[in-house]
Each structure stands twice: as structure tokens, then as C-alpha cells.
């Protein structure tokens, strides 16, 4: 059960990461060279979702190395003190949904619903891949000496 502190914690996630459309994704090459960028995402029952073309670096890094970090922080113009920005970390890992699966769909149809026609352009498209993202934990950083690791059975 719940510690009302944990549940202060979730909500202090949900509530950061629920302020953005798009997410900062650390994934790495076969050999560990570093890559960061960035995807629009939507949450569905519990796991993070990105539609991501090929020609992105980081489609590779997921489809060779699942292993990935996912960042939401808190606007530089928002934020009281640079040195110590909000931000939520998730240690993710990456599977492919093949098109074949009713998934493939049900999420792609949420995703023009939060993002529109864009959306039924790219599906079109045979180089774009959705790949679902799960997790078990977040390190939630709120301040000077305010991080905690949290336990989570993935996004919500």
C-alpha cells in the first residue's frame, strides 16, 4: 500500500510529465555511442508509445538496443533555479508493435487524436515504426536535495 508520500510523488510525476506533448529519449548505438533526441508520445494503458521513422538515429538505437532513458523537465523558463530543474527519468525498454496488431492501430488512432492529420500521413508512411515503452521505476528530482527513486508498474 501506498505511503501518502509515494502518492505525493506519483501525482508530482504525473502532473510534470503530463505538461508535454513530446519526450527526450537516450538510447545508444550497438557499440554504446550516446544519442539523444526527441519523439511525441501518448500513454496507453500504462505504457509510453512513440512512432518513430527510420531515418532517425534513434529508431535504430530502439530496434538494436531496446535500452533507453526517457526525460520530461521542467522549462528553463518556468523553473525557479536552473541548477536544480524538475525533472522525471524512466529506464525504459523498447518493443517493436508490428502493424499487424490490433495495438498498431488502437494506439496510432489515439495518436492523430492528440496530434491530427499528420498522423494518418505518416502511418502512410513505410519507414515509421511504433515501439512501446515500458517501466518499473522513476527518479523524480523536485529540488536542492529533493530526488527520490519511485516504483511504478509503467506510465499513467
Request: proline fraction near 4%.
Amino acid at each position: 500500500m501506498a505511503t501518502e508520500g509515494e502518492n505525493n510523488l506519483q501525482t508530482d510525476i504525473r502532473t510534470l510529465c503530463g505538461q508535454f506533448k513530446t519526450v527526450l529519449m537516450a538510447t545508444s548505438t550497438t557499440d554504446g555511442q550516446p544519442e539523444i533526441s526527441y519523439s511525441p508520445y501518448v500513454i496507453v494503458d500504462g505504457r509510453l508509445y512513440v512512432f518513430v521513422s527510420e531515418l532517425s538515429v534513434h529508431t535504430g538505437n530502439l530496434k538494436s538496443n531496446p535500452r533507453a532513458s526517457l526525460l520530461f523537465i521542467e522549462n528553463e523558463a518556468q523553473c525557479e533555479n536552473l541548477h536544480a530543474r524538475r525533472r522525471v527519468t524512466f529506464p525504459v525498454k523498447a518493443v517493436l508493435v508490428g502493424r499487424d496488431v490490433p495495438e498498431w492501430s488502437d494506439v496510432l488512432d489515439q495518436m492523430e487524436a492528440k496530434f491530427g492529420e499528420i498522423i494518418s500521413v505518416l502511418k502512410s508512411l513505410p519507414d515509421f515504426h511504433l515501439f512501446a515503452m515500458g517501466t518499473e521505476s522513476a527518479v523524480i528530482v523536485r529540488g536542492f536535495a529533493d530526488a527520490h527513486t519511485v516504483e511504478c508498474d509503467g506510465f499513467s
